[in-house]
């Protein structure tokens, strides 16, 4: 019975949705009372169980319509910011969390998590994450040849007013190195709102014949958090608590608690998601200028972007995932959907991940330990979307400035934009900021940039879509793993009970044989084997002998 109970504990530690309770969508997992029960019942339990996911849905579609509305009413700048202002707060509310969630989350995650199931785990979560990025970058520069979109436009398209906002070109050695300082924060307070990055300052140097200009390179602080730094510094933490056993388990308590805190005020966060979400949308289609004209310009490269995004989140992360554990990958994405919509809506799959972490324990059975884990370093790490837009914006400016690309040039941009996109920021126009690295990589000019940030409002939102799918598809697939795992562990340790039992057993039964039969002289020391048993007879003849 202890053994029974033991497994079935381990089996809700996993995440695994008893039986005997009801599925995140609202079905029953016993198929006998859906005849019998009445159909308004049944509706409303549906609708109770997915009110959430309701409610966003409705907030998106009248988010569009007030929109519309407004946007014939020729507000002012002033009067737009007001229409966004309760998106804004969502933002805020979940800009708010996201440090102590992070933090808490992965301390706590990795001092829970053995050392050795930790490296695999997070070995298998690299492994998902580097072919899912490379398979988006693929699909990017096939949709980009295929589709053409910077090619047959005529004259290349302009945009006025966003020269001011192209970032600094940098070089591709700097851009890496900034990665590998990113990890490394020199001081953690301020990794929680900047982050390090190479600018450039020219030196004058006085030659024997001429002036020379040297551009050297100079460390600034950004704004910005450090998001990547903080993960790695949470993770040692963790493992290092864990190291000190019970001198740590005060800590480990502290930050298991502060984490459980946190999800609380997430859980609450989520029922204003809707609202915000509704004047997120609402606020973004007022706000949007000339929306013909730059369809007109730019809807090939906009079309090209969407659809790779969809066919890489409808078709290749389901598929992926139905293969590996033959389960329903659509009704994983209906448990999601209230992440994803704040995904589009904020533009942010850190904001996201808090919504994220909730709905992937609660409505698709992911455990803590893995979710807390994982989903941290996805946000950090995983940019599926990004990776497959910036294949498609370097394809798209080469083939405006009619250079034609060779397969090493391919290659490159396949492999920056794989690299590149795991130092992205997950905010807003993240993807941008590292487009330029492989630009310079494979010697595109990078003041075409501005029309990729035209329309860069609507197609960050699908990238953000893609990228916090991909994440939770990673939590999915590992959580099958563990799964498996423990299964197997469990299916070894009942067949050595088994195994053992039949021994005792079969020990038994020759002790009773033994009990039976008349016990002759000496039997102690018959019972020893080996030429001592044999001498123990001899020695016991001759005394009969001598008798």
């Not at 992205?424 to 010697?443: D, K, N």
């Amino acid at each position: 019975m202890a053994e029974k109970i033991d497994m079935m504990e381990g089996k809700a530690n996993n995440g695994e949705v008893h039986l005997d309770e009801p599925v995140a969508n609202g079905l029953s997992g016993h198929k006998k009372s859906c005849s019998e029960e009445p159909l308004a019942l049944k509706v409303k339990r549906i609708v109770k169980a997915n009110l959430l996911v309701i409610l966003t849905v409705l907030g998106v579609i009248i988010g569009v319509f007030i929109g519309l509305g407004v946007r014939h009413m020729a507000l002012s700048r002033t009067q737009i910011l007001y229409v966004g202002f309760p998106g804004e707060i969502l933002i805020r509310l979940l800009k708010m969390i996201i440090i102590p969630l992070v933090v808490c989350s992965l301390v706590s995650g990795a001092a829970s998590i053995d050392p050795k199931a930790l490296g695999k785990l997070g070995g298998w979560a690299m492994l998902f994450f580097l072919v899912t990025t490379l398979i988006a970058s693929a699909i990017g520069v096939v949709m980009a040849f295929i589709i053409s979109p910077g090619s047959n436009t005529g004259s290349k398209p302009k945009v006025d007013g966003l020269d001011a906002d192209l970032p600094e070109p940098k070089e591709v050695i700097d851009s890496f190195l900034d990665l590998i300082r990113n990890i490394f924060p020199s001081n953690l307070v301020s990794a929680a709102f900047q982050s390090y990055a190479t600018g450039y300052k020219m030196i004058k140097k006085n030659g024997t014949d001429e002036i020379l200009v040297e551009k050297v390179p100079i460390g600034t602080d950004q704004d910005g958090m450090n998001i990547l730094g903080l993960v790695v510094f949470a993770i040692v933490f963790g493992i290092a608590l864990r190291k000190l056993g019970e001198e740590g388990e005060i800590l480990i308590r502290f930050f298991n608690s502060f984490n459980e805190a946190t999800m609380v005020l997430v859980s609450w966060i989520m029922w204003y998601a809707p609202l915000g979400i509704m004047f997120l949308v609402a606020g973004k289609i007022v706000e949007m200028e000339d929306v013909a004209v730059l369809f007109a310009s730019l809807g090939k490269y906009i079309a090209c972007c969407v659809i790779g995004h969809s066919i890489h989140g409808l078709l290749v992360l389901p598929a992926i995932y139905f293969i590996i554990t033959r389960k329903n990958p659509y009704t994983f994405l209906w448990g999601i959907f209230t992440a994803l919509a704040t995904a589009f809506g904020t533009c942010s799959s850190s904001a996201t991940l808090p919504l994220m972490m909730k709905c992937v324990e609660e409505k698709n059975g992911v455990s803590k330990h893995i979710s807390r884990f994982i989903l941290p370093i996805g946000a950090t790490v995983n940019m599926d979307g990004a990776a497959l837009f910036q294949c498609v914006a370097a394809v798209f400016i080469a083939q405006l400035n009619n250079i034609p690309l060779n397969f090493i040039q391919v290659f490159t941009i396949l492999v920056t934009a794989t690299a590149s996109s795991v130092g992205a920021a997950g905010i807003p126009a993240g993807g941008v900021l590292t487009l330029a690295i492989i630009l310079e990589a494979v010697g595109l000019p990078t003041q075409d940039i501005s029309l990729i940030l035209a329309v860069d409002w609507l197609v960050d939102r699908t990238c953000t879509v893609l990228n916090v799918e991909g994440d939770a598809f990673g939590a999915g697939l590992l959580q099958h793993f563990v799964d498996r795992t423990a299964k197997a562990e469990a299916a070894v340790e009942l067949s050595e009970v088994k195994h053992g039992g039949e021994e005792e057993e079969e020990e038994e039964e020759e002790q009773d044989t033994a009990a039976a039969a008349p016990a002759p002289e000496n039997s102690p020391l018959i019972e020893k084997r080996g030429g001592k048993s044999e001498a123990a007879v001899s020695c016991s003849s001759e005394k009969e002998s001598v008798m």
